[in-house]
């Protein structure tokens, strides 16, 4: 069963930094693109990175380029977001979802249940 799990938000103070997680399963981390979304209140979701499994590439938001880094940790089960000098714009709720062939507008399926970052002194 395909199934993505995020984790690591929570509080953090403007300027501050913190690390997300999406852990999969029931796939591989070796084809496709693994993507950040997030979603503020009274607002659409919107992409924020996505790691394409094909050729390592990340692509990011141009509103966190050069503050947030994608990864995939060696054990190819976790997709990593590093978020530093985080803003209070970058609240919301973030999702990972899963996308079979790369980083697409669309198409993407199996979202995770979402982890809620705060962005407050």
């Known amino acids: 069963q395909v199934q993505l799990v995020e984790s690591g938000g929570g509080l953090v103070q403007p300027g501050g930094s913190l690390k997300l997680s999406c852990v999969v399963s029931?796939?591989?981390?070796?084809?496709?693109?693994i993507g950040w979304f997030r979603q503020a209140p009274g607002k659409e979701r919107e992409p924020v990175s996505c790691?394409?499994?094909?050729?390592?590439?990340?692509h990011y938001a141009d509103s966190v380029k050069g503050r947030f880094t994608i990864s995939r940790d060696e054990s190819q089960t976790t997709i990593l977001l590093q978020m530093n000098s985080v803003k209070p714009e970058d609240a919301g709720v973030y999702y990972c979802?899963?996308?079979?062939?790369?980083?697409?507008?669309?198409?993407?399926?199996?979202w995770g249940q979402g982890t809620q970052v705060t962005v407050s002194s």
């Open positions: 979802a899963k996308h079979p062939a790369g980083c697409a507008l669309r198409g993407w399926k199996n």
């Open positions: 029931g796939f591989t981390l070796d084809s496709g693109a």
């Open positions: 790691f394409n499994n094909n050729d390592g590439s990340a």
